[in-house]
């Protein structure tokens, strides 16, 4: 049982933050919340912990979008440039192509 499930607002940002470098790592104009108006939207941001019994996974990788979107989401994760965003690319782009698309995203 947790003791307090709501997280501090004050803590708030630097979570972001953390995030923010964390999956923007990489990216040609990473989002950052000091560069940003956005700063006044953190009061709208709940914070809380939760207890996880169990982990569900589906392996998914955009079945259920078009070709054409699932191009540019390879595109985009192969020019990231690191080994996990390319190695998801490649398991799109081999997905795409057991549906029977094309799988070049240019």
Same mark, same amino acid.
């Given at each position: ?16 933050? @953390? ?7 990489? $990216?040609?104009?990473?989002? /950052?919340?000091? =560069?940003?108006? *956005? ?26 979008? @078009? ?7 390879? $595109?985009?994760?192969?020019? /990231?440039?690191? =080994?996990?965003? *390319? ?20």
């Amino acid at each position: 049982m947790l003791r307090s499930p709501l997280i501090c607002p004050c803590y708030i940002g630097a979570i972001v933050v @953390s995030l923010a470098d964390q999956y923007e790592q990489g $990216a040609q104009s990473p989002w /950052r919340l000091a =560069d940003s108006d *956005r700063k006044p939207l953190l009061r709208g941001i709940v914070g809380f912990e939760l207890a996880v019994d169990a982990v569900e996974l589906k392996f998914k990788l955009n079945q259920n979008h @078009s070709a054409e979107n699932v191009k540019g989401a390879i $595109a985009g994760l192969s020019a /990231r440039g690191n =080994d996990d965003a *390319r190695a998801v690319a490649r398991l799109m782009q081999e997905a795409l192509i057991k549906r029977g698309d094309k799988a070049d995203p240019s």
